[in-house]
């Protein structure tokens, strides 16, 4: 965590200014905040626009936690998948 920023997240070293990315799909309003994007921002994530992180900052100013609160979900996810493949377990379905 980059505790120099307040919640402990920070933007990319690298912001390429770029009006609409190649992963962006023609018919996504890149105006408008995605929660699955605010979640990525929120990850340290390269896959946001200046709406989403505008969404996030206004979040993190009522909820400060919400960045480390995000990680610690997406740490969880990776340690049940690892346990559960270990166990056997072949095929996952992620539902967003």
Not at 17 to 35: H, K, M, N, Y
Not at 52 to 80: Q, S, T
């Amino acid at each position: 965590m980059d505790l120099t920023h307040p919640g402990g997240y920070r933007e990319p070293d690298r912001v390429r200014t770029v009006e609409r990315p190649d992963w962006a799909p023609a018919g996504i309003d890149l105006d408008r905040p995605s929660a699955a994007r605010v979640y990525d921002f929120y990850l340290g994530g390269f896959h946001n626009f200046a709406a989403d992180r505008e969404m996030g900052r206004r979040a993190v100013e009522m909820w400060p936690e919400l960045p480390e609160i995000m990680k610690a979900n997406r740490a969880f996810l990776r340690r049940a998948v690892r346990y559960l493949a270990a166990a056997g377990v072949r095929q996952f379905l992620d539902i967003g």
